[in-house]
């Protein structure tokens, strides 16, 4: 039972996806309750996890079964297999997602153009998100993330907003573009690494595990680190990390390649930008912790800094887009961008809490933005109306509303008592902490952060007083009885996130016990590693 | 857990009680539906009451005997575990039990001042939150707990000053308050990034440990003193307490004069062992130039409130000096009797603004009852609340026999000694001191004058009734504690209770007696002058600057970044976006006029082939002989030659 847990979480909402097809069109209510059943099997499956997982460096619930194996002649075999296990950086993440797609789930009951296509595509999406943060081939990691870009691109482009075409197709071509960087290292590892377990034989493996060996690595080819080829200042495995890098980054998003951020989101409707907020950006903070970082240990150590400094930049110059941002949910967005700037400083200080703050923070927000997402929802579907200064003292009509904004407003911020106080203050000790420990990022970094942090409060408290505090009153053509206070299905989605943020800010203990086993294993790795391997320069 | 095991149970019982009950009082609040809300203010206030007799159990079971500590573990950072725990000496024991006492006086009060508010749940929640938070402060055994604390009273001061959120003035300084908070937290951060980097600890009793005058400890400590730059409202960051005045008068006097501000003063006390000299000297010219300040910004005010306020500015500013200046028992002893006097004192003023405005609006008269312009001669209409403005108005200004004297007597005698004999900059800052202790007396009996002597003016129509007993009560409470008892037998020796060890002289004592009755003198006879000037109404435009550069820098730096982002980064994608499609274009064209040219010539110089080829074969006869014969003719011509 336990050895197939995974593959449920997987394949649930693809064979609910598949039921989906042959029921009719017609019957839209089904559909949704379909969704809901694979959502709670989810739940179930996850339950059975937590249960038996426990708190070590290893990887858990590990499925490997073969999956292409193609003999090539002299080229050797290509073989990739379904290798799937979740560790302390995966199982957060997962944790997460079960729960996000639950209440996404709960938010699309809205949704009424196109019900049936709606809900397959979010049980596809559902599958392709829990399989890029399972997958430990690189072949079948691949495969799933590019697989989340197609439900997501119509997901967008059909039940999005006014300006939903270009937004989708702006996501579509950044994403992509990432994706070929992505697609580049892939083969380039492919055509480096051979399976150890084969002997005699060559055959080229998209485990991610032997590639983290560098022993693995077939002697002058590409990526091999011992191969004084160059491509001009750099050697491969340095272009090979910038190119994940980017890649990832854009899916972060990392300042300069965020713009489609909040494109996408303005434009997305209020289940999706969940989606797209909590979950979606958190696989490229994964992808760098699984994937650039621990194959490419010495490009990350000589790289350190910069990718330091891109998450610095990300913190303040999301805060300050955040605060010019006229429309609530631009300003969300942007204000995920200088929050996942933490993400970047947290893992590129490459200390124990560093990285532990930086995969709380994943989660911690997930859940934050997940509220914030489902709030800016809630009002733009009473009045179809997200700009800031069209309101004014809405606390008056919707107090339960105004108590919920506040509430994600501080956490948003870091106030302590919720979840992201916790993740912000480690990546700050860790960041600092890291000139004396690794060497890696000067203190400077850290110091420099701790502006964002005045900036969060800044562009939140002024978005509560002009929305949410003085008299009321609405500007435009919106009548007073648009605005009524929450509905029950709303609390239904707000209250267990509310809870669960504040609980992770409380008790962090349980869910930092998870992550740290993985946190202190990948910064150990990367360093001895890293210091290992000679940089060809 | 673990704890020393000298006390009894019941000791950990009070302990317990006096920190959870305020916590308790937050979420019964918030649990008791809006239709009973007035349940509130019986429960939360009664709540306080046992936290208060169970802090003072545990305030005269521990004094003066062995530090007590208890500690769970709370989370691990990369293997250091990190307690959440208390530490109670007599310095935390004292400020306990200031707290959950000033706190149950101020929950007493409003349940008189706040009967009638429509959000009445909202406010005692705020105000459980608030005691809760600031307990964390005053016990925590490291400073990331402590941090903890100081951030939730950041937040439970934000609400409580934008409690009347309906007023646009009353927003607006809770976001001020709070943001000019965060500024200062920022670098209270820096400095638990330092303490783990080199110390790998924030417990309080690690502080110090290690080699005194490494630089680091400089940085850090300084880096700490931010928070409190922030926090006690001094020089820059203190142009957000006069506006925290926009809050219910209750709430001004439990956190914007007797505890919260005082946090910082305080946090300083707790980790002095982390000041270097260098340090010292910083804090103590911030210290000065705040007191300075607020003292001469105090003489320039018409607003009852705001008096108090850049009065509280200053006296925070005498504590931070004397901080620097290296002596911290001289500074709690201010702190102490400061939160009497003061929450005194904005509860009394609370009650003159409570008495009027219900009179106003019987009358349905309209001006500004804060005003001490349109007060006056209110000693005989309410005589209680003069009878007790009197007294803590005289502990304010620090006349003989009130509790303000004796530890005001101790800042100035501390201070003197520190600046030594020979004459340095440190004599400017004693200088200082004595100009802030004559402008004090000043200001205090210019506003009592303004409100309770003279002639009646705007409210001589008004029938003013006196504050219900509810008021009374932590009034007089309040205004005995206003006395030199608090502080020892002696009326003018203040190395009693607190700290026998202190430093006294009487020459000192002497010198400011004389200095208070000339300042007396001073006040009486510049009683009908107005000192106003708009430097100092202003206060020396501190908020100015600050508004400026914040309208500067909050304004247009995002607006630049933002157009950064329109302009320049999408700007650059849609430029490739546009290229692509130019070169498309381009490819589609060479496609269709070269690629398909070719494929196309190529079939119509087959089909111009094909069309002369096939006229051979169109059926006549004589046109076939022509051609064979002429074939045979060339492939004789070719075989012969």
Same mark, same amino acid.
């Given at each position: 039972m336990h050895h197939y847990l995974i593959s449920f979480l997987i394949f649930s909402p693809l064979v609910a996806a598949f039921v989906g097809l042959l029921i009719p069109a017609k019957s839209e209510s089904s559909f949704r309750y379909l969704t809901l059943i694979a959502n709670a099997f989810q739940i179930t499956v996850l339950f059975f996890m937590l249960g038996s997982y426990e708190n070590a460096s290893a990887l858990q619930f590990v499925e490997q079964q073969s999956w292409i194996t193609i003999g090539l002649g002299t080229w050797g075999t290509l073989k990739a297999t379904y290798f799937v296990g979740v560790d302390g950086l995966s199982f957060p993440l997962i944790i997460l997602s079960v729960f996000i797609m639950c209440i996404a789930t709960i938010s699309s009951w809205t949704v009424k153009q196109n019900v049936k296509g709606y809900f397959i595509l979010l049980l596809i999406l559902n599958a392709s998100i829990i399989g890029s943060f399972t997958a430990l081939d690189f072949l079948l990691f691949y495969l799933f993330f590019e697989f989340m870009l197609l439900p997501m691109f119509f997901l967008i482009a059909i039940w999005g907003g006014p300006r939903r075409e270009y937004a989708s197709i702006k996501f579509f071509l950044y994403t992509l573009l990432g994706s070929i960087f992505i697609l580049i290292v892939m083969i380039g590892l492919y055509v480096s690494v051979h399976d150890p377990s084969s002997s005699g034989t060559l055959v080229h493996t998209f485990n991610l595990l032997h590639m983290s060996e560098p022993v693995n690595f077939i002697s *002058?080819? %590409? +990526?091999? #680190? *011992?191969? #004084?080829?160059? %491509?001009g200042p750099y050697n491969g495995r340095l272009w090979a990390f910038l190119l994940l890098f980017i890649g990832f980054a854009i899916k972060l998003p990392m300042v300069p390649l965020h713009t489609w951020l909040p494109d996408a989101h303005v434009e997305a409707s209020t289940p999706i930008s969940v989606i797209l907020a909590a +979950? $979606?950006?958190k696989i490229g903070g994964y992808g760098l912790a699984r994937i650039a970082y621990p194959i490419f240990p010495e490009a990350a150590l000589y790289f350190g800094w910069f990718v330091g400094l891109m998450g610095v930049i990300s913190i303040i110059y999301g805060a300050l887009n955040a605060m010019a941002s006229k429309d609530l949910k631009r300003l969300i967005a942007y204000s995920s961008v200088s929050h996942m700037g933490f993400v970047l400083l947290g893992i590129a200080s490459l200390t124990a809490e560093g990285v532990t703050g930086s995969v709380y923070q994943m989660f911690s927000h997930g859940i934050i933005s997940a509220m914030l997402f489902l709030l800016a929802g809630v009002l733009y579907d009473r009045t179809h109306d997200r700009m800031i200064n069209t309101y004014s003292g809405l606390s008056s009509k919707m107090k339960s509303y105004t108590t919920m904004v506040l509430i994600a407003f501080f956490a948003s911020l870091g106030l302590p008592g919720f979840s992201g106080f916790i993740a912000e203050i480690m990546v700050f000790l860790g960041a600092f902490r890291s000139n004396s420990a690794t060497g890696v990022l000067p203190e400077s970094f850290a110091i420099i952060s701790t502006l964002g942090l005045i900036l969060g409060a800044a562009y939140y408290l002024w978005t509560l007083q002009r929305m949410f505090f003085g008299p009321f009153n609405i500007k435009g053509h919106i009548s007073e009885d648009q605005i009524f206070d929450l509905t029950k299905r709303e609390y239904i989605m707000l209250v267990p996130l509310a809870a669960a943020t504040l609980c992770f800010g409380i008790f962090p203990q349980p869910m930092l016990s998870v992550i740290d086993p993985f946190a202190r294993h990948l910064t150990e790795f990367v360093l001895t590693t890293g210091k290992n391997l000679t940089l060809n320069l | 857990m673990q704890s020393n095991i000298t006390y009894s149970t019941f000791f950990e019982i009070c302990l317990l009680l006096s920190v959870a009950l305020p916590l308790a009082s937050f979420i019964v609040s918030f649990a008791i539906s809006e239709k009973y809300s007035w349940a509130v203010s019986i429960t939360a206030p009664l709540l306080l009451l046992v936290s208060a007799l169970s802090s003072s159990v545990v305030f005269f079971s521990l004094h003066d005997d062995q530090p007590f500590s208890i500690a769970w573990n709370w989370f691990v950072i990369s293997g250091h575990p990190l307690t959440a725990g208390l530490l109670l000496n007599n310095l935390s024991a004292t400020m306990l039990l200031v707290v959950t006492f000033i706190s149950f006086l101020i929950h007493f009060y409003s349940i008189g001042y706040m009967a009638g508010d429509s959000s009445i749940r909202k406010y005692f929640a705020m105000l459980g939150l608030f005691t809760f938070s600031m307990l964390m402060i005053v016990l925590a055994d490291n400073l990331l707990l402590l941090f903890v604390g100081w951030e939730l009273v950041g937040f439970s001061s934000y609400m409580l000053i934008g409690h009347w959120k309906e007023k646009p003035a009353a927003a607006r300084a809770a976001k001020k308050a709070f943001i000019l908070n965060r500024i200062g937290d920022a670098g209270f951060l820096v400095g638990l990034m330092l303490l783990w980097t080199h110390q790998g600890s924030f417990a309080l009793n690690q502080i110090g440990l290690t080699d005194a005058m490494a630089a680091w400890q400089t940085a850090a400590s300084l880096c700490i003193f931010c928070g409190v730059v922030g926090k006690s409202a001094q020089f820059p960051l203190l142009t957000w307490l006069p506006d925290a005045m926009e809050g219910p008068t209750p709430v001004s006097a439990l956190i914007h004069a007797a505890t919260m501000v005082a946090a910082g003063v305080y946090l300083v006390i707790r980790t !002095?062992? $982390? !000041?270097t000299p260098i340090a010292l000297d910083v804090v103590a010219v911030v210290g000065i130039i705040t007191a300075l300040i607020g003292a001469f910004a105090a003489l320039g005010q018409y607003d009852i409130k705001k008096i108090l306020a850049y009065s509280t500015i200053s006296q925070l500013g005498l504590m931070v000096t004397a901080l620097g200046a290296g002596a911290s028992d001289a500074a709690f002893l201010h702190l102490f009797t400061h939160a009497f006097f003061k929450a005194c004192l904005f509860l009394a003023a609370g009650a003159v603004i409570h008495a009027l405005h219900h009179a106003q609006l019987q009358a349905h008269a309209h001006f500004d009852v804060q005003d001490v312009r349109n007060l006056g001669g209110l000693r005989k209409k309410l005589p209680v609340v003069f009878i007790v403005f009197i007294l803590s108005g005289s502990s304010l200004a620090g006349l003989p026999f009130f509790s303000g004297f004796l530890s005001k007597d101790a800042i100035l005698t501390a201070l003197i000694s520190w600046a030594g004999a020979d004459f340095s900059w440190q004599w400017l800052v004693v200088g200082g001191a004595f100009t802030v202790t004559f402008l004090t007396v000043l200001y205090t009996f210019k506003m009592i004058w303004y409100i309770f002597f003279g002639s009646e003016k705007k409210t001589s129509e008004l029938s003013i009734s006196a504050p219900p007993a509810v008021m009374q009560v932590p009034l007089f409470t309040l205004a005995l504690a206003s006395l030199w008892i608090m502080v020892s037998w002696n009326p003018f020796v203040h190395t009693r209770w607190m700290n026998p060890a202190m430093e006294h002289s009487w020459s000192v004592t002497l010198f400011s007696i004389v200095w208070v009755i000339m300042a007396l003198a001073t006040a009486y006879f510049s009683r009908e002058k107005s000192f106003y000037a708009d430097v100092l109404f202003n206060a020396f435009y501190v908020d100015r600057l600050t508004d400026w550069m914040t309208k500067k820098i909050g304004l247009k730096v995002p607006a630049i970044t933002i157009t950064l982002d329109k302009k320049w980064i999408d700007g650059f994608i849609h430029a490739t976006a546009y290229v692509q499609v130019l070169i498309a274009h381009v490819t589609g064209w060479i496609d269709r006029a070269f690629v398909d040219g070719t494929v196309n010539g190529m079939a119509s110089f087959v089909r111009g082939v094909g069309s002369v080829t096939r006229t051979f074969q169109n059926g006549k006869i004589q046109l076939y002989i022509f051609w064979s014969i002429f074939t045979i003719i060339i492939f004789l011509i070719w075989t012969l030659l």
């Amino acid at each position: 039972m336990h050895h197939y847990l995974i593959s449920f979480l997987i394949f649930s909402p693809l064979v609910a996806a598949f039921v989906g097809l042959l029921i009719p069109a017609k019957s839209e209510s089904s559909f949704r309750y379909l969704t809901l059943i694979a959502n709670a099997f989810q739940i179930t499956v996850l339950f059975f996890m937590l249960g038996s997982y426990e708190n070590a460096s290893a990887l858990q619930f590990v499925e490997q079964q073969s999956w292409i194996t193609i003999g090539l002649g002299t080229w050797g075999t290509l073989k990739a297999t379904y290798f799937v296990g979740v560790d302390g950086l995966s199982f957060p993440l997962i944790i997460l997602s079960v729960f996000i797609m639950c209440i996404a789930t709960i938010s699309s009951w809205t949704v009424k153009q196109n019900v049936k296509g709606y809900f397959i595509l979010l049980l596809i999406l559902n599958a392709s998100i829990i399989g890029s943060f399972t997958a430990l081939d690189f072949l079948l990691f691949y495969l799933f993330f590019e697989f989340m870009l197609l439900p997501m691109f119509f997901l967008i482009a059909i039940w999005g907003g006014p300006r939903r075409e270009y937004a989708s197709i702006k996501f579509f071509l950044y994403t992509l573009l990432g994706s070929i960087f992505i697609l580049i290292v892939m083969i380039g590892l492919y055509v480096s690494v051979h399976d150890p377990s084969s002997s005699g034989t060559l055959v080229h493996t998209f485990n991610l595990l032997h590639m983290s060996e560098p022993v693995n690595f077939i002697s *002058n080819s %590409i +990526l091999d #680190p *011992n191969n #004084p080829w160059q %491509i001009g200042p750099y050697n491969g495995r340095l272009w090979a990390f910038l190119l994940l890098f980017i890649g990832f980054a854009i899916k972060l998003p990392m300042v300069p390649l965020h713009t489609w951020l909040p494109d996408a989101h303005v434009e997305a409707s209020t289940p999706i930008s969940v989606i797209l907020a909590a +979950l $979606l950006l958190k696989i490229g903070g994964y992808g760098l912790a699984r994937i650039a970082y621990p194959i490419f240990p010495e490009a990350a150590l000589y790289f350190g800094w910069f990718v330091g400094l891109m998450g610095v930049i990300s913190i303040i110059y999301g805060a300050l887009n955040a605060m010019a941002s006229k429309d609530l949910k631009r300003l969300i967005a942007y204000s995920s961008v200088s929050h996942m700037g933490f993400v970047l400083l947290g893992i590129a200080s490459l200390t124990a809490e560093g990285v532990t703050g930086s995969v709380y923070q994943m989660f911690s927000h997930g859940i934050i933005s997940a509220m914030l997402f489902l709030l800016a929802g809630v009002l733009y579907d009473r009045t179809h109306d997200r700009m800031i200064n069209t309101y004014s003292g809405l606390s008056s009509k919707m107090k339960s509303y105004t108590t919920m904004v506040l509430i994600a407003f501080f956490a948003s911020l870091g106030l302590p008592g919720f979840s992201g106080f916790i993740a912000e203050i480690m990546v700050f000790l860790g960041a600092f902490r890291s000139n004396s420990a690794t060497g890696v990022l000067p203190e400077s970094f850290a110091i420099i952060s701790t502006l964002g942090l005045i900036l969060g409060a800044a562009y939140y408290l002024w978005t509560l007083q002009r929305m949410f505090f003085g008299p009321f009153n609405i500007k435009g053509h919106i009548s007073e009885d648009q605005i009524f206070d929450l509905t029950k299905r709303e609390y239904i989605m707000l209250v267990p996130l509310a809870a669960a943020t504040l609980c992770f800010g409380i008790f962090p203990q349980p869910m930092l016990s998870v992550i740290d086993p993985f946190a202190r294993h990948l910064t150990e790795f990367v360093l001895t590693t890293g210091k290992n391997l000679t940089l060809n320069l | 857990m673990q704890s020393n095991i000298t006390y009894s149970t019941f000791f950990e019982i009070c302990l317990l009680l006096s920190v959870a009950l305020p916590l308790a009082s937050f979420i019964v609040s918030f649990a008791i539906s809006e239709k009973y809300s007035w349940a509130v203010s019986i429960t939360a206030p009664l709540l306080l009451l046992v936290s208060a007799l169970s802090s003072s159990v545990v305030f005269f079971s521990l004094h003066d005997d062995q530090p007590f500590s208890i500690a769970w573990n709370w989370f691990v950072i990369s293997g250091h575990p990190l307690t959440a725990g208390l530490l109670l000496n007599n310095l935390s024991a004292t400020m306990l039990l200031v707290v959950t006492f000033i706190s149950f006086l101020i929950h007493f009060y409003s349940i008189g001042y706040m009967a009638g508010d429509s959000s009445i749940r909202k406010y005692f929640a705020m105000l459980g939150l608030f005691t809760f938070s600031m307990l964390m402060i005053v016990l925590a055994d490291n400073l990331l707990l402590l941090f903890v604390g100081w951030e939730l009273v950041g937040f439970s001061s934000y609400m409580l000053i934008g409690h009347w959120k309906e007023k646009p003035a009353a927003a607006r300084a809770a976001k001020k308050a709070f943001i000019l908070n965060r500024i200062g937290d920022a670098g209270f951060l820096v400095g638990l990034m330092l303490l783990w980097t080199h110390q790998g600890s924030f417990a309080l009793n690690q502080i110090g440990l290690t080699d005194a005058m490494a630089a680091w400890q400089t940085a850090a400590s300084l880096c700490i003193f931010c928070g409190v730059v922030g926090k006690s409202a001094q020089f820059p960051l203190l142009t957000w307490l006069p506006d925290a005045m926009e809050g219910p008068t209750p709430v001004s006097a439990l956190i914007h004069a007797a505890t919260m501000v005082a946090a910082g003063v305080y946090l300083v006390i707790r980790t !002095f062992a $982390l !000041f270097t000299p260098i340090a010292l000297d910083v804090v103590a010219v911030v210290g000065i130039i705040t007191a300075l300040i607020g003292a001469f910004a105090a003489l320039g005010q018409y607003d009852i409130k705001k008096i108090l306020a850049y009065s509280t500015i200053s006296q925070l500013g005498l504590m931070v000096t004397a901080l620097g200046a290296g002596a911290s028992d001289a500074a709690f002893l201010h702190l102490f009797t400061h939160a009497f006097f003061k929450a005194c004192l904005f509860l009394a003023a609370g009650a003159v603004i409570h008495a009027l405005h219900h009179a106003q609006l019987q009358a349905h008269a309209h001006f500004d009852v804060q005003d001490v312009r349109n007060l006056g001669g209110l000693r005989k209409k309410l005589p209680v609340v003069f009878i007790v403005f009197i007294l803590s108005g005289s502990s304010l200004a620090g006349l003989p026999f009130f509790s303000g004297f004796l530890s005001k007597d101790a800042i100035l005698t501390a201070l003197i000694s520190w600046a030594g004999a020979d004459f340095s900059w440190q004599w400017l800052v004693v200088g200082g001191a004595f100009t802030v202790t004559f402008l004090t007396v000043l200001y205090t009996f210019k506003m009592i004058w303004y409100i309770f002597f003279g002639s009646e003016k705007k409210t001589s129509e008004l029938s003013i009734s006196a504050p219900p007993a509810v008021m009374q009560v932590p009034l007089f409470t309040l205004a005995l504690a206003s006395l030199w008892i608090m502080v020892s037998w002696n009326p003018f020796v203040h190395t009693r209770w607190m700290n026998p060890a202190m430093e006294h002289s009487w020459s000192v004592t002497l010198f400011s007696i004389v200095w208070v009755i000339m300042a007396l003198a001073t006040a009486y006879f510049s009683r009908e002058k107005s000192f106003y000037a708009d430097v100092l109404f202003n206060a020396f435009y501190v908020d100015r600057l600050t508004d400026w550069m914040t309208k500067k820098i909050g304004l247009k730096v995002p607006a630049i970044t933002i157009t950064l982002d329109k302009k320049w980064i999408d700007g650059f994608i849609h430029a490739t976006a546009y290229v692509q499609v130019l070169i498309a274009h381009v490819t589609g064209w060479i496609d269709r006029a070269f690629v398909d040219g070719t494929v196309n010539g190529m079939a119509s110089f087959v089909r111009g082939v094909g069309s002369v080829t096939r006229t051979f074969q169109n059926g006549k006869i004589q046109l076939y002989i022509f051609w064979s014969i002429f074939t045979i003719i060339i492939f004789l011509i070719w075989t012969l030659l």
